[in-house]
């Protein structure tokens, strides 16, 4: 029989009861149908004579699930008026991870993102490590990422052994090698013997403006008598520079120090390396670089992580 004129509305509003462990909720199906596909996919199947879901007497039982998880999803699900005037949800953490965890095995996708963004958005609120385990558990590249850049910039980092011991060996030393190749750890060294030069890695040195790399190839000491070929992207201390020419460079995004090019020095013959040192990337044509930097911008530690998690990032 065709419903009258007029209750299309009405209908939307059908009430939905389901049980989880030994609690009764009830809602409301059209709710669930636009939050989630898996739901949406099973309130088409026929019901058949059982009208399961329609009263407490027989309502749709979710094994395996949490009441309290399901307590929390419906929380978000149903804002109440005090929620929806302040555009906040009064949820503690463990509410929220309730609800991450049940809106992403029913791929509750706009729910999914909600819980995201009220997790963790307090500085200290999870340890990096912890961080990263629950990027994994729930499948968050953005924590995974915020999670190993924390790590790699902290100046108070994780003990090794608790690195190996939550996250894994390979983990730990993905994170432990980084370090040493993007952030300023690994970057400057102590000369033997002369204690106005520092040790830097040339094929760390970047343009200050738009933090290009300037040794991408082997080069010659430009003194005659000298002509030490460098291998400089090998990306050990194969030169030097004079303590003094060296201030820090701090900006929003970098980390680093700089100095003008005069100031690198031969590793072999401890003078001026070369003449001049061109960047590509400023302009049209190479342009005279007036500072060096090494060091590390977000960017780039973005970029490297990506690169150095590409396998597990594309399993999240
Ligand atoms: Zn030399
Ligand atoms: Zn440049």
Redesign the pocket.
Known sequence: MQPPEGSKEEEIWEVVVFKVENRLFHSFRHIFVEASSVFEGMFLLPQGESGEGCSKETPIVLHGYKANHFASLRKVLHPTSKHVASGEFDLSEQEWLGALRLSTMWEMEEIRELCIENLYTELGSITSPDLLLAAREFRVQSWFIKAITTMLVAFNHAPTEILISKLGLSTACKIIDMKQNTTLMGALAIHPDEQSLVAIPLGRLR?S??Y?LLFTKRIKCANRDCRADIDAPANFHCAFIKAEAATVFRTMEALGVSFAPEAICCAYCERQLCLRVT?S??ANAPVE?EKVFVGYTRLMLGTQIVEAFREELEEI
Do not use: A, P
């Open positions: 343009c403006v738009c290009t960047c990337s400023c670089v």
